[in-house]
């Protein structure tokens, strides 16, 4: 059975800091550019950040350049977000998920290019 699962969400004071992984099972990510998104409620889900496959190149959207990072980690069939600095509009549901072409590109925050999807973490940036 094909599956993501994301873990590390949770309630965190403002500028504090969070690490998201995202761990697959019944395939294996070697092959996949991995992305994350976020959905707040009543919005629609956004690109957070994406990491390619072959050299490990990565985008993220403008909003969080400078305080997330994606990584992955092959060997474990797993990707990352580290954020840090967090503000509370960015209170969200946060989703992985994977692009078979394996490349990110310039179109990486589109949502139909990824083939499977994480159920999501929520994540609450609140005092």
């Known amino acids: 059975q094909v599956q993501l699962v994301e873990s590390g969400g949770g309630l965190v004071q403002p500028g504090g800091s969070l690490r998201l992984s995202c761990v697959s099972s019944?395939?294996?990510?070697?092959?996949?550019?991995i992305g994350w998104f976020r959905q707040a409620p009543g919005k629609e889900r956004e690109g957070v950040a994406c990491i390619s496959r072959s050299d490990g190149s990565t985008y993220y959207a403008d909003s969080v350049k400078g305080r997330f990072t994606i990584s992955r980690d092959n060997a474990k069939n797993t990707g990352y977000l580290q954020m840090n600095s967090l503000q509370p509009e960015e209170t969200a549901v946060y989703y992985c998920a994977t692009d078979y072409h394996g490349r990110c590109g310039e179109s990486w925050f589109l949502l139909d290019r990824y083939d499977y999807w994480g159920q999501g973490t929520q994540v609450t940036v609140s005092s």
């Open positions: 019944g395939f294996t990510t070697d092959y996949y550019a």
